[in-house]
């Protein structure tokens, strides 16, 4: 697909998030998460062809600084389960962390947010350390 098109095809998924998504949105935004900086419904490129075309996935949330993706997943992903693991092994491929989480998973969105932080770096872990020390 060409650039042009992809930008078109992404700002349709931004502009229809599902309430799911929404939700899960209203706690990275604005780098809530340990101050990390969570981007929505963007598109990763992994690829471009010699015609110009582009290979890309659009992640529900992405964040740079970690290479980690976040992907909820509605009930179609019970019949996609192929396509999704196909996906998710090209994205690691290129040194990225995929979880995925049943939309069903959002009940439970403090344990749904730890186990997102427990995949940030242990740099993250060491500086909270040293900050609580240094305010004592």
Not at 31 to 38: A, I, M, S, T, V
Not at 94 to 115: A, C, M, P, S, T
Request: positive net charge; proline residues 1%.
């Amino acid at each position: 697909m060409k650039y042009a098109k992809i930008k078109v095809f992404v700002n349709r998924l931004r502009n229809n998030m599902t309430p799911e998504e929404e939700i899960l949105w209203t706690k990275l935004r604005g780098r809530q998460l340990l101050g990390r900086k969570f981007v929505r419904q963007t598109a990763y490129i992994y690829e471009k062809n010699i015609t110009g075309d582009y290979y890309f996935f659009v992640p529900d949330f992405y964040c740079r600084e970690e290479k980690l993706v976040i992907e909820l997943d509605g009930k179609i992903h019970d019949y996609q389960k192929a396509r999704d693991y196909r996906r998710d092994e090209i994205l690691k491929q290129h040194g990225l962390k995929v979880l995925r989480f049943k939309n069903e998973e959002l009940q439970d969105i403090n344990q749904l947010l730890e186990r997102i932080k427990a995949e940030f770096s242990d740099q993250e872990m060491r500086f909270r350390r040293v900050r609580k020390k240094e305010q004592k």
